[in-house]
C-alpha cells in the first residue's frame, strides 16, 4: 500500500506563510517527479509547482517569487513554502507523486487527500 497524507492547511491572513508537508509512506521502490496542485471552489484543478528526481522545479505564474517546493529524498517528504499568502491562494491543496512500486513495475501516479488553505482577514 502508499499512502500520501498531506498537513500544514489552515487559515491565515493576507501577507502570512504556510509550509505544507506531504509524507509518503508504504512499499516503495522509487519515488520519481513530486508536485503540488489546488483546487478552488468551482474550479480546476491546476498545477502549482512540481520538482523532479534532479531537483529542477516549475511553478505556475501565479505563485512564482512567492512558493518554494522541495524534497527531503531521506524521509520520502515533499514540501511547499507558501509567502506573501492571497486571497486568491485559496483552495484544497493536493500532493502528488510518481512512484514505482517494484523494480520491474513502472512509474504511476498517486494523490494525496488535500489539504485547505483558506487566506482571509
Known amino acids: 500500500q502508499v499512502q500520501l497524507v498531506e498537513s500544514g492547511g489552515g487559515l491565515v491572513q493576507p501577507g502570512g506563510s504556510l509550509r505544507l508537508s506531504c509524507a509518503i509512506s508504504g512499499s516503495i521502490f522509487s519515488i520519481n517527479a513530486m508536485g503540488w496542485y489546488r483546487q478552488a471552489s468551482g474550479n480546476e484543478r491546476e498545477l502549482v509547482a512540481h520538482?523532479?528526481?534532479?531537483?529542477?522545479?516549475t511553478y505556475a505564474d501565479s505563485v512564482k517569487g512567492r512558493f518554494t517546493i522541495s524534497r527531503d529524498n531521506a524521509n520520502n517528504t515533499v514540501y511547499l513554502q507558501m509567502n506573501t499568502l492571497k486571497p486568491e491562494d485559496t483552495a484544497v491543496y493536493f500532493c502528488?507523486?510518481?512512484?514505482?512500486?517494484?523494480?520491474?513495475?513502472?512509474?504511476?501516479?498517486?494523490w494525496g487527500q488535500g489539504t485547505q488553505v483558506t487566506v482571509s482577514s
Open positions: 520538482i523532479t528526481t534532479g531537483g529542477s522545479k
Open positions: 502528488n507523486a510518481n512512484i514505482r512500486r517494484r523494480i520491474v513495475s513502472p512509474g504511476r501516479d498517486y
